[in-house]
């Protein structure tokens, strides 16, 4: 069991703040890996997710929409905050700095997320909204 998914695992409702810190950065360096199967086992099987515009449901759907994802976002580093939790929710912010695979324009991407977990301290819900800005390669904050 890796490290990451430990930690995701193990930090279960109710959350603290320093259990909620380490969930989100859990998340951060799961997301860092760009490997959609060991993200996707932080979310229960039934998962639902809104990211921007598109909505989905699953294991299978998170790993195929993360796979299309990093496909087209090379050079993908992300930040993630806490924000806000309660007992079984977590609110983060986030940035993150990607090359479009096709244009290689660098891109700059700002955004919220609103989480909330099963007992057990999988995602069953992820609630995502994000804009993404034009930067130069010279403009980059993560290397």
């Not at 090359?99 to 891109?107: F, L, R, S, V, Y």
């Amino acid at each position: 069991m890796s490290v990451q998914f430990k930690i995701m695992k193990t930090n279960k409702p109710p959350f603290t703040k320093e259990t909620a810190k380490a969930k989100v950065q859990a998340a951060e360096d799961a997301w860092n890996s760009k490997n959609p199967e060991s993200v996707s086992i932080a979310y229960t099987l039934d998962s639902k997710w809104r990211n921007r515009n598109d909505f989905f449901t699953g294991r299978k759907a998170i790993v195929e929409f993360l796979t299309k994802k990093w496909n087209k976002e090379s050079k993908y580093k992300l930040e993630k905050h806490l924000w806000s939790f309660t007992d079984n929710r977590i609110s983060v912010r986030f940035e993150y700095e990607w090359q479009d695979a096709e244009t290689g324009q660098w891109k700059r991407t700002y955004g919220n997320e609103h989480w909330e977990f099963d007992p057990e301290g999988l995602m069953k819900v992820r609630d995502m909204s994000a804009n993404d800005i034009n930067i130069l390669e010279t403009e980059r904050k993560f290397k």
